[in-house]
């Protein structure tokens, strides 16, 4: 389990492809701090630590992972958001995210605001029961609150200090981003279509 805070971001230094497989090796602060077999969410995608030397490690992304996020997009020099899991005596800054990408965002709009930045997002429209205005969302692995919600699209507020920490600022207009919708919205979706049918 994640908080959707964002620790470090790390840098791909490496994309090697593996069969129908991709492994990265990522530079970041906090590589060298990490331990074996340990999870790892890379852009809101959770993501098993293979081999740790100095301050980078290797994971491995298989082709489902690839085929619904965008890290196989991701290329040398690339950066990623990176956040370890959870601990259960810590405080819980963002939200409950699991680090399973539901789908693939497209950025459709992206609007400086006197410091600060509204991004809009388009998404599949078979997702639209689990956006509510003031909800949760994950994207790229930052957990943020939606506003102006469409049948297909959301707005989210992003701050200086995400702005500059995080690799939103790479985000504009026709990039994908990974999304995660809330647990618990998506556990309330399923009961309700159980009891309707």
Known sequence: MFTGIIESLGEVKEVIASGSNKIFWIESPISSDLKMDQSVCHNGVCLTVEEIT??????????ETLKKTNLGSCKKAGLVNLERSMLMNGRLDGHIVQGHTDTIAICIDRTEVNGSWEYQFEFPKEFGHLVIEKGSVCINGISLTVFDVKKK??????????????????????????IEFDIIGKYISRNIQLKNH
């Open 54 to 63: 100095e301050n980078m490690h290797r994971v491995t992304a298989i082709k």
């Open 153 to 178: 699209t959301f707005k989210v507020a992003i701050i200086p200090y995400t702005f500059e920490h995080t690799n939103i600022k790479s985000v504009r207009p026709g990039k994908k981003v990974n």
